[in-house]
């Protein structure tokens, strides 16, 4: 399977890095406008993880400086778009229009309604379109599910959520609410995926918390479900920068809780708390986790990529309806916290 990329940043040198170690799959074209990275030049990359960008051996691979042209290609099977969530709605279109399958990092787009013109033109043409939610495959988000899914520990009853880093300062646009849309499409989407993906679709949510440029800043959030389950969630971002980042859940099923805390904190992260199993029998378990690295979270949900778009079969974490649910659900809790009032989804 033949892959083509576009505009080349940090997001799009992970994905590229990845797909060169997958069986099944290769580059064959990438799509930036900047002559020195069509050239191979990527050592002005860097983001949070991973290696730093270095010159890379393009030989072999198409470069183009604009997506359009490298989309009217017609010998390739799926395009992955790594721009900027503003623009994903109009390049992932047009790809689905071409015949492509389509691999979109998140979020599924700025608003609702493109989400939804995204999701029906995939249906319209007849390819897979996957979004890029990749908390999923983090190896404590991925005990979880495993936990969830066998159905060892009953039904799931509802949970709690957390997410909040130190302010971006160095993001000149995040506080823009039609480029990035600050914590709440930015940060806070990966948990509203991840409570959609376990619980369903939300009946109603009641947010509580503060702004900043009219977008939510920091906030707590209560969702309630048809199905009984309530699940908190807070998230967003504080000004002091000595704690750069913290996630975690407690889950609670009937016969277990599920609980887990990571922070980076001066610099440096490690567990406040294990993942930890606690069942009936009062026994607490702390399994064995995976490495953690984040470079290998993407490659096992490219590897799922590779997959889905091989056999074009859905994918049970990746769905676009999925996807466009999670900003529903971001939208409905702006929306609350605006108000005052609790939103029905």
Request: hydrophobic share 40%.
């Amino acid at each position: 399977m033949d892959f083509r990329k576009d505009v080349l940043g940090f997001m799009g040198m992970v994905h590229y890095l990845n797909y060169a170690k997958l069986r099944g799959v290769k580059v064959a074209a990438i799509a930036t406008p900047e002559p020195e990275r069509r050239a191979g030049d990527w050592r002005g990359i860097q983001g949070n993880f991973g290696p730093p960008g270095e010159k890379m051996d393009l030989s072999g691979i198409e470069t183009y400086a604009g997506v359009e042209e490298m989309i009217a290609e017609a010998d390739i099977d799926a395009v992955d778009i790594t721009l900027p969530p503003f623009m994903h709605a109009d390049a992932t279109i047009n790809a689905l229009k071409a015949g492509k399958h389509v691999f979109c990092e998140k979020p599924i787009a700025m608003t609702t309604a493109d989400g939804r013109k995204m999701v029906r033109a995939a249906e319209k043409y007849g390819r897979q379109l996957l979004i890029g939610h990749v908390l999923p495959f983090f190896p404590e988000y991925s005990w979880a599910l495993k936990q969830i899914h066998s159905g060892k520990y009953g039904k799931v009853l509802g949970g709690a959520f957390r997410r909040v880093i130190s302010e971006p300062t160095w993001l000149t646009q995040y506080w823009n609410a039609d480029k990035v849309g600050g914590p709440m499409l930015d940060l806070h989407i990966h948990d509203a995926h991840f409570i959609r993906l376990v619980f369903g679709r939300p009946a109603g949510v009641t947010t509580a918390g503060r702004m900043h440029n009219e977008l939510p800043k920091f906030w707590h959030s209560q969702f309630t479900f048809e199905s009984g389950a309530t699940v908190e969630a807070t998230s967003g971002t504080i000004d002091q920068q000595g704690r750069a980042f913290d996630h975690g859940f407690e889950i609670h099923l009937e016969e277990a809780t599920l609980l887990f805390e990571f922070a980076v904190t001066g610099g440096e992260g490690k567990y406040l708390c294990a993942p930890t199993l606690l069942d009936k029998s009062g026994k607490v378990k702390t399994p064995k986790m995976a490495d953690g690295d984040p470079m290998n979270a993407f490659a096992a949900e490219l590897k799922e990529v590779t997959r889905a778009f091989t056999k074009d079969e859905s994918s049970d974490s990746l769905g676009a309806q999925l996807a466009l649910d999670a900003v529903e659900m971001c939208y409905a809790q702006s929306k609350s916290l605006a108000t005052g009032k609790t939103v029905r989804l």
